[in-house]
Structures are given as structure tokens and as C-alpha cells.
């Protein structure tokens, strides 16, 4: 039975490359259909006005966890489909992290042509510590299984008022995104191991009214517990791509149990932004 389980997806080449082609499909035909569809312009800039995690950035720092978020999901996702579809680790290591690196480039030079956006720095930059965080979980079993990146998503209402939804990678009053902590991975409960091992402390941050924009603003720092959902994927149904998918998106919401939350206003005139 197990070895059926580990060969499942190998003898299928096709898988292989179906899976590299599908990444930069799916990064520049959302593009297209988000933005680039209305004009691009002949002349490429930088995003001067990017911004960090400041209040005067147009997510207020959503946009840069979301680029390492999906660097990070994408090419983890790839690396484990490649694996079991034969290929070794590190080739597969290198070919995930290589198609969704160029892929994401590719996206900030489309930006850069963009007249309302331009390419942005920070943004490779996370783009890069996406990629690397999924090469340090591959590469370190013990790393991967005491930390975790995830997010959540919920249509923002604001989101769900605009006339188009095509967009909604920049609905970030909608996302959350965690890093999540498992110190009980590393003991060992005996028979007990898979729900002792569920509980997991996660570091939160939200952002409100950045984008879709709004009058009022927030960041929300929060920190709390939440459940690992591995665990039990592991112990009933043990698919590497299956993992990916409940480690990342986070479905079970956290018990905060501290919260910080900072107020902002946008000026009428001018669209300034002052801390309340």
C-alpha cells in the first residue's frame, strides 16, 4: 500500500512540465486580466512611492507579505508535485524556484510599464524570501517542522461592492497573513502525538481600508493560537501537495490572545494619511 501511495503520480512526465508552464500562465494571465489589459505605457519606472509597512504605503505592508506568501506557496506546491511526479529534491528545488522567481519578475517588469504602478524593489525582494523560505522548509525538516507562513482570505465587504472582482489579489482588508510556531512538533506524546502536536502559537497581521481604499484605516498586529492542520493530513491521507495546501491557507481562524491595533484617517483633500 505505501509503495503504491509514493508512486502514485511517478512514470508522468507531462505532469512535470504542465506544472512549470502553468506558473508563469497563471501569474501573467492574472496580470492581463487585473491590470495590464487597460494600457501599458512605452516608457519603464521604478515605484518611487512603494512604501514598506508604513501607514503612507498603499496596503500598508499587505502587498509585500502577499508577495512573499505566494513565492513561497507556489514554488512549494511545484516543488513537492515535482517530487512526486520522480523528480529528485534538489532538481526539483531548482526548477520550482527558478519558474516562479522569473515568473514574478517578469510581473514587475509588466508593472514597470504600467502608468499607475511601476516596477517595485521591495517587491523582489520578498518575491526572494519567498523562494528562500520554501528552500530552508525543504532543506531542513527540523526549520519546516517548527515554522510555518499561512494566510486567510474573506471578501473584504469592500471588495464585494466594487462593479469588478477581477482583482482580488489586492483585496487585502480581506487577508491575513501568520507566522506560525509549532515548539510541540518537537516532543514526542506516544500515541497522543497527533493532537498534542495540532496546537500552535501564530503571529498575525491585518491591515483595514488600505486596499479597497477607505476613509478609515488599521493595522492589526495580533498574537495567539491556532491549529496545525498537518498533523492530521499526515496520519490519514500523507500527500506532500496536500500538506502545502493546509499548512498555507489557514482555515481554522486563531484565538488571539493579544491584539494591537493602530487607527488611521485619510484627509478628503489630497488623500494624506495621519494616525488617529
Not at 172 to 189: E, P, W
Not at 219 to 239: A, C, H, K, Q
Amino acid at each position: 500500500m505505501a509503495q503504491t501511495e509514493t508512486t502514485a503520480l511517478k512514470t508522468t512526465p507531462f505532469l512535470k512540465w504542465t506544472t512549470l508552464s502553468a506558473i508563469p500562465v497563471g501569474l501573467l494571465g492574472h496580470g492581463f486580466i487585473a491590470w495590464w489589459r487597460h494600457g501599458l505605457s512605452p516608457k519603464f519606472r521604478l515605484d518611487e512611492k512603494e512604501g514598506f509597512f508604513g501607514a503612507s504605503s498603499y496596503s500598508g505592508g499587505s502587498d509585500k507579505l502577499g508577495h512573499l506568501f505566494a513565492n513561497c506557496f507556489i514554488s512549494k506546491l511545484t516543488t513537492d508535485v515535482l517530487i512526486s511526479a520522480g523528480e529528485n529534491k534538489d532538481n526539483a528545488l531548482l526548477y520550482s524556484s527558478l519558474v516562479t522567481g522569473i515568473s514574478y519578475t517578469l510581473v514587475e517588469v509588466f508593472d514597470g510599464f504600467l502608468p499607475s504602478y511601476g516596477a517595485g524593489l521591495w517587491d523582489m525582494v520578498f518575491d526572494v524570501g519567498g523562494i528562500a523560505l520554501n528552500f530552508a522548509e525543504k532543506k531542513y525538516p527540523t526549520f519546516d517542522q517548527l515554522f510555518n507562513f499561512s494566510a486567510s482570505y474573506w471578501p473584504s465587504p469592500t471588495f464585494i461592492d466594487l462593479p469588478t472582482h477581477n482583482n482580488f489579489s489586492e483585496d487585502y482588508s480581506g487577508i491575513t497573513y501568520y507566522a506560525d510556531f509549532n515548539f510541540m512538533r518537537l516532543m514526542n506524546f506516544g500515541t497522543l502525538n497527533t493532537l498534542a502536536h495540532l496546537p500552535q502559537f501564530s503571529l498575525a497581521f491585518h491591515t483595514q481600508g488600505f486596499s479597497p481604499r477607505e476613509q478609515q484605516l488599521t493595522t492589526e498586529y495580533s498574537l495567539g493560537l491556532g491549529i496545525d492542520m498537518v498533523p492530521l493530513i499526515e496520519r490519514w491521507y500523507n500527500r506532500p501537495y496536500l500538506k502545502d495546501i493546509f499548512s498555507s491557507i489557514k482555515i481554522i481562524p486563531m484565538w488571539a490572545l493579544y491584539t494591537k491595533k493602530y487607527h488611521y484617517i485619510r484627509d478628503a483633500e489630497g488623500g494624506r494619511i495621519r494616525r488617529l
